[in-house]
Structures are given as structure tokens and as C-alpha cells.
């Protein structure tokens, strides 16, 4: 009965760890809400030059990626695409680089529009509660001297949210 009982535990664990590797639970480093953009900062990380599968920036500068989740929450109409910065606490500003990457499949119709960044004259047809994704990776150039763990980030009509980079030496 003994024996019976503790392979049993044993099972309930073995999958309750392989389900939490599956589904890891994310924290959010921000989340901010203004009138027209809901947005959650999932993940920053500064990714080391030659990392395999990210972009490789030539410039004595640190790649930093930005994962976000966000959904427009304004009136339904045409929008311009939401602009996306990095600032320091001097006040110097970074602005996205010109690729990013999902984790889902995101629509293509909607990738360069994204791009465009707050482009007067790209705008697109949106709808009031459209999500953009699971998760955005935004990707940034920041100066050796913007080189901080923290940094506020600047999204669309949002107030500035501080957020915590990691791997930051």
C-alpha cells in the first residue's frame, strides 16, 4: 500500500514539473495602461553580440530585447502604429530597431506597420480590443553610457514604465 502510495506521488510530481516546464508562468517587469494602448512588459534582456538566432549589432553599442504584450484598447479606426523607445535616466532616447520577433504566428499584414512606428502616414484599420500577438520581441541599440539595469520604456500615448534589464554587466 506504501509503495503504491509513494509511485503515485511520485507520478503527480514527475508531471506536475514537466507541465510547469512546458507552460513556464511569466511575470510582468511592467504593465501600463493609457487610452488607447494596454501594455504588458514581459521580459528585457541585453543579448550578447553573436548570439545565435538574434540580431548582431556592429556598432560598440548592447542589443537590448524588450518581449511585450499589448492590445489597442481606443476607439475602432484607422491608428498609427504605436512608437517604441528606450530612455535613460539622462534623458537620451533609443529607438526600436527595425526587426522584431513573436512567439506565435503573428500576421504579417501587420509587421510593417509595427515597423513604421508612429508614421503619420501608415496607418491601418484596427479594432477596439485587438491583441498584437502573445509576445513582441522588440529589439533596441543602447549606447555603452545608457548601459543601466534600469531604463523606462516609452510605448505608443503611455506614461514611461521602468523596467529591469537583465544580463546587464
Not at 503573428?106 to 500577438?133: A, C, H, V, Y
Amino acid at each position: 500500500m506504501f509503495s503504491i502510495l509513494s509511485v503515485g506521488l511520485l507520478v503527480f510530481l514527475s508531471l506536475s514539473q514537466a507541465t510547469a516546464k512546458e507552460k513556464p508562468q511569466q511575470a510582468l517587469l511592467a504593465h501600463g495602461k493609457s487610452m488607447l494602448w494596454d501594455v504588458q512588459v514581459l521580459s528585457a534582456t541585453e543579448i550578447r553580440f553573436g548570439t545565435e538566432g538574434e540580431p548582431r549589432v556592429y556598432t560598440p553599442q548592447h542589443l537590448i530585447k524588450v518581449g511585450l504584450r499589448f492590445s489597442y484598447i481606443g476607439p475602432s479606426g484607422e491608428v498609427n502604429a504605436p512608437s517604441a523607445y528606450l530612455r535613460d535616466a539622462d534623458g537620451a532616447e533609443f529607438r526600436m530597431l527595425g526587426n522584431f520577433e513573436t512567439l506565435d504566428d503573428f500576421p504579417f499584414e501587420f509587421t510593417e506597420w509595427l515597423m513604421s512606428g508612429s508614421d503619420k502616414e501608415k496607418t491601418k484599420m484596427i479594432e477596439s480590443g485587438q491583441t498584437f500577438g502573445n509576445c513582441l520581441f522588440y529589439y533596441f541599440s543602447l549606447a555603452e553610457a545608457a548601459k543601466r539595469a534600469d531604463i523606462m520604456l516609452l510605448f505608443g500615448d503611455l506614461q514611461p514604465l521602468m523596467i529591469k534589464i537583465k544580463n546587464i554587466e
